[in-house]
């Protein structure tokens, strides 16, 4: 059974830094293509940052040049590493792998002083 | 950044058909787009039932069809049932960053 389980949401002030995990198991991160959704509360789907199984990773504007995604192959896990956070990051981060075949249950990031 | 549009909220009979669409603000939404069609109730994460237009997965059920009508992506579901009530996003790629749509709320009444 695939499993993918998101870790890292918190509190956070403005400018501040964060990193999300997304542990999998019964999958294998580097194989396939993986994903970061949020959903601000109360509000649609927003697709974050992917990378493909070769390395190649993309973004979003509204999170370029600030939001990282990489993964560590031998812990099988996807991360999101997020710098100079905004209000408007504010929102519940979900993990999906494999062209969004499976989802995690999501971590709440809430950025705020 | 482009735009994906859908309709805000659609209603449909139990038994009934409904389609919703998906529209690109650059243009016509081809199969370059990979529409992908999700299904979200509250409290829950979202689920894949379309996915590059037409393709189903293994729990999506048989009412449930994709396709590109009039220049956009479209769901169509033949048959609703009550479960089928919830919110329904697409998402487009271009150039490999996706941008999905705000939603459709359906409402199986």
């Known amino acids: 059974e695939v499993q993918l389980v998101e870790s890292g949401g918190g509190l956070v002030q403005p400018g501040g830094s964060l990193r999300l995990s997304c542990a999998a198991s019964?999958?294998?991160?580097?194989?396939?293509?993986m994903s970061w959704v949020r959903q601000a509360p109360g509000k649609g789907l927003e697709w974050v940052s992917g990378i493909y199984s070769g390395g190649s990773t993309y973004y979003a504007d509204s999170v370029k040049g600030r939001f990282t995604i990489s993964r560590d192959n031998s812990k099988n896990t996807l991360f999101l590493q997020m710098n100079s956070l905004r209000g408007e990051d504010t929102a519940v981060y979900y993990c999906?792998?494999?062209?969004?075949?499976?989802w995690g249950q999501g971590t709440l990031v809430t950025v705020s002083s | 950044q482009a735009v994906v549009t859908q309709e805000p909220s659609l209603t449909v009979s139990p038994g009934g058909t409904v389609t919703l669409t998906c529209g690109s603000s650059t243009g016509a939404v081809t199969s370059g787009h990979y529409p992908y069609w999700f299904q979200q109730k509250p409290g829950q994460a979202p689920r894949t039932m379309i996915y590059?237009?037409?393709k189903k997965h293994s729990w999506t059920p048989a009412r449930f069809s994709g396709s590109r009508l009039g220049g956009k992506a479209a769901l169509t579901l033949s048959g609703a049932q009550p479960e089928d009530e919830a919110e329904y996003y697409c998402l487009l790629f271009y150039s490999y960053a996706g941008v999905f749509g705000g939603g459709t709320k359906l409402t199986v009444l």
């Open positions: 019964g999958f294998t991160v580097s194989s396939n293509y």
């Open positions: 590059e237009t037409s």
């Open positions: 999906a792998g494999g062209h969004f075949d499976h």
